[in-house]
């Protein structure tokens, strides 16, 4: 039997078939994707995928019949790659459970059969091996597919899979916010040292003068809800890598570093010389915030003049 990758994905994941031409690259085998919902206007065939299985309709709104499907249509599947999110992880448990075979959840390096990942709240690197086939999770904004030609026709499919327990009624949009912190190039994160949510104003003045999306510790979302959890950075918010990361009185606990150590250059402000973030920081400044930001924000803004 030849063996392939297959990438499961929708429209607004398509950063995952990145994660599979990596895999393509290292390993010789083909992509075949399961596109799911709708898929109007895409050609995966660009980006090197052979086959396209389209599944319209709802998709992963009953991850149990697509995990059946899955496992009855694609036995030759060496790698199953798919985007980190709640469904989808869903769907590797099942997956996981039906076909016997273990999940790499956001791995780091793929030079398979051997994958990195962080462990330890981001303290360790693990190295895993495998043999067998394995669901790789992975986040999909991290990665860019590449674009290897143009007008190069994946063969496509219509596929079905029969219908869930579950069963849409309705969908109701809610206004959307345009924050995308996991694809930002520049973050100034906010933590507890902010004595009001008024205060914030500092943080989001530096921010707008940088041009940087406004990122924030667990308690500013989850407890005192000042900013939304599409801010929360951390081993249960978001999982970041910016150019530039600056944490203002934030102090640095295993949980939140767990989100932004791949970061490129960290900065850290302060008032507690001893806070643990200065331990993992390019550039640490003792201050308290309140004297230093609206000064950082004026210079920045004559420098940019
Ligand atoms: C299961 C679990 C998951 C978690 N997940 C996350 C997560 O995803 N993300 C996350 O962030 N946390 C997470 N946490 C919480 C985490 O353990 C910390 O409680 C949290 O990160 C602390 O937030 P903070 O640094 O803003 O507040 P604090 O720890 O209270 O730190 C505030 C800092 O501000 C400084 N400060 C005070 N005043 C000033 C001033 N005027 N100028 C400058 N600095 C000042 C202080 O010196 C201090 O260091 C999690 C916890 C658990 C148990």
């Known amino acids: 039997m ?4 297959l990438v499961i994905l929708d429209k607004g994941n398509l950063g995952i078939i990145g994660v599979a031409q990596e895999v393509m690259e290292a390993t010789g085998l083909t992509i075949n994707a399961l596109l799911l919902g709708n898929h109007e206007g895409i050609n995966l065939g660009d980006y090197g995928v052979s086959k396209v299985y389209a599944i319209n309709g709802s998709g992963l709104i009953d991850p149990a019949p697509l995990a059946r499907f899955i ?27 039906l076909m016997n075979i273990p999940v790499i959840i956001n791995p780091t390096d793929f030079k398979p059969p051997s994958f990195k990942v962080n462990a ?14 394995v669901i790789i999770v992975a986040q999909a904004a991290r990665f860019k597919p590449k674009q290897y030609s143009q007008g190069n026709k994946a063969m496509v499919t219509n ?12 969908v109701e949009g809610k206004s959307i916010s345009n924050v995308r912190i996991e694809e930002a190039d520049i973050i100034v994160a906010v933590g507890r040292g902010f004595k009001s949510k008024d205060d914030l104003k500092l943080a989001i003045d530096l921010a707008e ?18 900013l939304s959890e599409e801010h929360w950075v951390g081993l249960s918010g978001h999982r970041v890598k910016p150019r530039l990361y600056i944490a203002v009185g934030i ?3 295993p949980q939140h570093l767990a989100g932004m150590m791949e970061s490129g250059v960290v900065v850290v402000i302060n008032i507690d010389k001893n806070a643990p973030f200065f331990k993992y920081c390019d550039y640490g400044v ?13 210079k920045i803004k004559e420098r940019r003049r």
């Open 286 to 298: 003792v201050e308290d915030l309140y004297r230093l930001l609206p000064a950082l924000t004026r």
């Open 159 to 170: 596929v079905s899979v029969e219908p869930g327990s579950l069963k849409l009624i309705n």
């Open 71 to 97: 496992t009855n249509n694609f036995n030759d599947a060496k790698y199953i790659i798919m985007p980190d999110n709640k469904v989808y992880r869903t769907l590797s448990g099942y997956l996981s459970g």
């Open 209 to 226: 003068a940088l041009g940087a999306q406004l990122g924030c510790s667990r308690p500013l979302a989850a407890d005192l809800k000042w």
């Open 251 to 253: 102090s640095g606990q």
């Open 120 to 133: 330890v709240g981001n303290r360790a690197i693990m190295e895993l091996e495998v043999q067998r086939p």
């Open 2 to 5: 030849r063996l392939m990758i």
